[in-house]
């Protein structure tokens, strides 16, 4: 990347100490023009269909703690939206402690497995599926026939979950988004403020963080999907054989082609790039009831806004420019407006104090949006910029939990 002269000015024909470099070699540039096409292409063929975040239980036959007279011939479980069945999706443990439930088959927003026994006693069902979106899900429950009795898969009625994922996976899925978001902004933010207003050499080091962030957050979300679900090789072979692996595939090819066009001396396929990348966070957050196509544009702009006001930020501490203000202005607007029609559309108007996890994790993002907007306006940019790396963070959150239906 050019650096020194003129702030903004193109870049020329250098000479090192082996010889002249050209600033954009034609063959090179054809080259990289071509290869974002076809990345585009590709990109915008394997986003996913969008649809409603998060597939949870409404119910099951028998249901839960129901008393039979005799054993099910199938289980049958209904969920808010189609699921994908994950590994062995319906397990059902005998009293005597056998699995009897034979391969589960999805039939629209119902999952459904035969079950083979003849015993009394109390059993155990598990279930684990992936939505849509790549969300996980999954759950236990109990019935009895005859009369109760002990089981030894009891252990696993007790276990705490927050949203539809184990306490570990959100945890891991929230990190995992966050260091994503935080990647998303280095890189794209950093390579729209070189753009707009400064190429800067140093800067490269806040796109190679980026691009790295990037990278680490996809084992990270892999191991996260793994722990909201279970730890063996079955799921985890569904689990890339589904939408969580193609996107996985798909972003990791996104950052291959940044890194690629990084030698190019035009930067603008690179800001390309970076809209499918929101696009494809778009096409995975919390869709809009009823408008899933506006929810996946409206998600993706406001990722993109956030990225580069938040990447903007970082690189304005490392090469200042007070052309910045008018341009941060701007991102921030996009941004903010953004979110709060994305508010409005998840939480209804007038607004309702928050009952739930994510109406509070809400609560804290708008707060703290208003604590970074105040900080700018009176310029301190290092504290804004540590401010929006926590919103980021709960907006991690939010993505990981259920929205309010």
Do not use: C
């Amino acid at each position: 990347m050019p650096g020194g002269g003129r702030p903004g000015a193109p870049h020329r024909a250098h000479s090192t100490g082996r010889g002249t470099r050209t600033a954009g070699p034609g063959l090179l540039l054809s080259l990289g023009r071509r290869l974002l096409v076809v990345g585009l292409a590709l990109a915008l063929a394997l986003v996913p269909r969008a649809a409603a975040a998060h597939a949870l239980l409404l119910g099951s036959d028998p249901s839960p703690d129901a008393l039979l007279a005799a054993p099910p011939a199938a289980i049958s479980l209904t969920f808010t939206e189609a699921v994908i069945p994950v590994g062995q999706a319906i397990k059902v443990f005998s009293p005597a402690g056998r699995q009897v439930a034979g391969p589960a088959r999805p039939v629209g927003h119902m999952l459904t497995a035969p079950v083979s026994s003849a015993e009394n006693g109390t059993y155990v069902v598990t279930w684990q599926v992936l939505a849509a979106d790549t969300h996980p899900s999954r759950g236990a429950f109990s019935f009895v026939v005859g009369q109760p009795s002990a089981n030894p898969y009891a252990p696993l009625l007790t276990g705490g979950a927050i949203g539809t994922a184990t306490p570990l996976g959100f945890g891991l899925q929230a990190l995992a988004r966050w260091m994503h978001f935080l990647g998303v902004a280095l890189t794209f933010g950093t390579i729209t403020y070189q753009l707009m207003i400064r190429r800067e050499p140093r800067l490269r080091r806040l796109v190679g963080a980026g691009l790295a962030l990037l990278i680490a957050a996809e084992p990270v979300a892999l191991v996260a999907q793994l722990a909201s679900l279970s730890f063996d090789g079955d799921t985890a072979i569904a689990v890339l054989a589904a939408g969580f692996g193609r996107l996985l595939g798909l972003r990791l090819a996104v950052v291959l082609l940044v890194w690629a066009l990084l030698a190019l001396d035009s930067l603008w396929p690179v800001l390309g790039l970076g809209a499918v990348m929101a696009l494809i966070d778009g096409a995975t957050a919390h869709a809009i009831p009823g408008l899933p196509g506006a929810g996946v544009v409206l998600a993706a702009i406001h990722v993109a806004a956030s990225g580069i006001w938040v990447g903007g930020l970082a690189a304005f501490l490392v090469a200042p420019d007070r052309r910045f203000s008018r341009y941060a202005v701007a991102a921030a607007a996009v941004g903010v407006g953004s979110g709060l029609v994305l508010v409005v559309a998840h939480r209804g108007f007038p607004l309702t104090l928050p009952t739930t996890g994510y109406g509070w994790a809400l609560v804290v993002k708008v707060v703290a949006v208003g604590a970074a907007l105040t900080l700018a306006v009176f310029g301190r940019r290092r504290i804004e910029t540590g401010v929006m790396a926590v919103i980021l963070a709960v907006a991690a959150v939010l993505v990981s939990l259920p929205p309010p239906r």
